[in-house]
C-alpha cells in the first residue's frame, strides 16, 4: 500500500460523518425523550418536594449625607452624582455586613445563628444607582424575614451615625411578610431536569455509536478500509421488501403453491 493510499485510508477512517450520527440520534429518539422527562419529573420532585421554600422581606432606607465627617476629616457629597450615591451604598453595606453590626441584630431579633449565618441572609443594593438603599433578608420563614430586617431599620442607621457623623439614614418603606416563596422555581427545575437528561442522553447515544466497531452495511467497509467489495450476501430474512433473484422467484412460486392447497381444502 502506498503513501496516499495510507493517506487516504487515515483520511477516511477520522472523517465523522454527521448524517450518521444524526440518523443514529433519531434512531434512539425515543430512548431520549424518556430519558428526559425522567429527569424532568426529578427536577419537579425535587423542587416540589425536597427543597425548602424560601421567602424574602425588604426595606428601604434613604441616604442623607449633606456633609460627612470621618475622624477629623471633613467633605461634602452632593446626592446628584451617582458615583458618590454608589460609594456610599458600598459603605453602608460594608458596615451592616460587619460583625459587630449583625451581633446586634441577632440580639435584638433574639436569633439562635451566627452572623456568618446571618450575613448569607442579607442583601443589600442601591436602586437604580440612587441613594436609596434596599435591604433583602431571605429565611425559610417569612414572618422571620420580615422581624430581622425590620430590626436591620432600626439599627442601622444609628451604627452608620456612630461610624459616620453627621449622617442620617431614613426609612421609608418598612418590611412586610411575604408569603409568595422565591425559590425554587417548580418550572425553572423542571425545565433543567428536562434539558439535562436530554443532553446526557444524546451525549450517550453518540458515544454508543463511536464505541460501536460492528460493520452494518458495504459502504462503511469502503469508507473505512478501502478495500473493494467482492461479494455482497443479501439479508434473506428481511422484511423490507426487497426481492433477490431466483430466491425471491421461489419464494413467490410456493407461497401460490401453499394458498392453493390451503382454497383445495
Known amino acids: 500500500m502506498d503513501d496516499k493510499k495510507k493517506r487516504n485510508l487515515i483520511s477516511n477512517s477520522e472523517t465523522i460523518d454527521i448524517l450518521d450520527i444524526l440518523k443514529a440520534v433519531w434512531k434512539r429518539a425515543w430512548i431520549i425523550l424518556i430519558c428526559s422527562v425522567i429527569t424532568a419529573g426529578i427536577g419537579f420532585s425535587a423542587a416540589a418536594f425536597f427543597i425548602t421554600p424560601q421567602f424574602t422581606s425588604s426595606i428601604m432606607l434613604y441616604v442623607n449625607n449633606s456633609s460627612i465627617s470621618v475622624g477629623s476629616s471633613n467633605f461634602s457629597i452632593s446626592s446628584s452624582e451617582i458615583s458618590a450615591a454608589q460609594s456610599l451604598v458600598k459603605t453602608y453595606a460594608i458596615?451592616?455586613?460587619?460583625?459587630?453590626?449583625?451581633?446586634?441584630?441577632?440580639?435584638?431579633?433574639?436569633?439562635?445563628?451566627?452572623?456568618?449565618?446571618?450575613?448569607?441572609?442579607?442583601?443589600?443594593?442601591?436602586?437604580?444607582?440612587?441613594?436609596?438603599?434596599?435591604?433583602?433578608?431571605?429565611?425559610?420563614?417569612?414572618?422571620?424575614?420580615?422581624?430581622?430586617?425590620?430590626?436591620?431599620?432600626?439599627?442601622?442607621?444609628?451604627?452608620?451615625?456612630?461610624?459616620?457623623?453627621?449622617?442620617?439614614?431614613?426609612?421609608?418603606?418598612?418590611?412586610?411578610?411575604n408569603l409568595q416563596k422565591v425559590s425554587p422555581s417548580i418550572t425553572m427545575y423542571t425545565l433543567k431536569g428536562f434539558f439535562a437528561g436530554f443532553?446526557?442522553?444524546?451525549?450517550?447515544?453518540?458515544?454508543?455509536?463511536?464505541m460501536d466497531s460492528s460493520i452494518h452495511d458495504e459502504e462503511y467497509v469502503i469508507k473505512t478500509y478501502d478495500y473493494p467489495i467482492l461479494v455482497c450476501i443479501p439479508d434473506l430474512s428481511s422484511d423490507s421488501g426487497k426481492k433477490y433473484g431466483y430466491y425471491s422467484y421461489y419464494k413467490t412460486k410456493s407461497d401460490k403453491k401453499r394458498n392453493n392447497s390451503k382454497d383445495s381444502r
Open 95 to 177: 458596615i451592616l455586613d460587619n460583625r459587630t453590626t449583625l451581633e446586634e441584630v441577632i440580639k435584638k431579633a433574639d436569633l439562635d445563628i451566627g452572623y456568618r449565618q446571618l450575613s448569607g441572609m442579607i442583601k443589600s443594593e442601591s436602586v437604580n444607582d440612587t441613594e436609596v438603599l434596599k435591604i433583602t433578608v431571605t429565611s425559610e420563614d417569612p414572618y422571620l424575614s420580615k422581624k430581622i430586617v425590620n430590626c436591620i431599620a432600626e439599627l442601622l442607621p444609628q451604627r452608620i451615625s456612630e461610624v459616620i457623623h453627621g449622617s442620617s439614614m431614613e426609612v421609608f418603606d418598612a418590611g412586610e411578610a
Open 199 to 210: 443532553i446526557i442522553s444524546v451525549f450517550a447515544v453518540i458515544v454508543l455509536y463511536f
